[in-house]
């Protein structure tokens, strides 16, 4: 069976879960009707599918239902799937790029994506340059990596500075002339997933804040479809306006995502960030004069 065919089945199985939980008998009736393949390839395939997608699929006892543990789940199956059906879909046809029209803009550095994996995945040392895009200074790095983030377009890589003896982003498009040695070092401990709990791309420094936002009805369904956090929700609507709270850190990447919205958005709460945004249209209307 060819390795897209595997693909296809987990999907499938997730999908049928997040829908809702289901009796030995109806998993089994599923995979017989749909996927022709037995409850015992089904357990193997639970391995698989918690190693790809961090979801792991459980049988509650108590309920006599198979489901999805959530609290173990990381929530990568989304962007996941979403990659595989859109290569399915490229791969139907060599006129699809008439009808398919992907985004012209495209991150870089993602040749070393393969082996930066392959280094967090076996705890080993990395040495590359990196290019500071504010002070043009190229610097070479020591580093432990151990994860890689995606962040308004881009793909950085989480890791352990040797030299500097703390936790580090790197661009991956500033990244040269990798080497990955067989080499091991002693990390300190590192939640990456609580790190980034509260943050807004890839700047997770400084304490979170509850803050408000009132926007223009017009831009709700656009907002509810795609939130801009895990942490936003609607605290108050009416006839014109809704309010959005979120418990995030005040990044510059999540003061520009609400200056995109122009007029249709007003930071109502904390003072402070609701000052800092003020200061921030008064320099455009300098420059707009």
Aim: glycine share 4%.
């Amino acid at each position: 069976m060819a390795k897209k065919d595997y693909f296809k089945r987990y999907n499938k199985v997730v999908e049928l879960l997040r829908r809702k939980s289901v009796t030995p008998e109806d998993l089994q009736n599923f995979l017989k009707q749909n996927l022709k393949i037995s409850l015992r390839t089904f357990q193997r395939d639970k391995d698989e599918i918690k190693s790809l997608y961090g979801i792991d699929i459980i049988f509650n006892k108590k309920e006599g239902l198979y489901q999805i543990n959530e609290e173990l789940s990381d929530g990568s199956f989304d962007r996941i799937a979403e990659s595989f059906h859109i290569t399915q879909a490229l791969n139907k046809s060599n006129e699809v790029s008439k009808i398919i029209l992907l985004e012209q803009r495209k991150s870089k550095g993602m040749e070393n994506m393969h082996g930066l994996l392959h280094a967090i995945q076996n705890k080993v040392v990395i040495n590359f340059l990196h290019e500071s895009y504010w002070n043009y200074d190229i610097k070479k790095r020591k580093c432990v990596p151990i994860a890689i983030k995606e962040a308004q377009h881009r793909w950085y890589l989480i890791a352990f500075d040797i030299d500097k003896k703390e936790f580090r982003n790197y661009g991956l498009d500033r990244i040269s002339d990798l080497e990955i040695s067989t080499g091991k070092h002693t990390v300190p401990e590192f939640n990456i997933k609580e790190y980034y709990k509260n943050a807004f791309g890839i700047d997770a420094q400084g304490k979170p804040y509850k803050v408000i936002l009132k926007i223009a009805n017009y831009q709700k369904k656009f907002l509810i479809s795609l939130p801009l956090h895990h942490s936003q929700k609607i605290v108050e609507e009416n006839e014109t306006h809704f309010k959005l709270e979120f418990y995030i850190q005040l990044s510059h990447d999540f003061k520009t995502e609400i200056l995109k919205l122009g007029s249709l958005c007003e930071v109502l709460e904390p003072t402070h960030f609701r000052n800092e945004m003020i200061e921030e249209i008064n320099k455009l209307k300098n420059i707009y004069k």
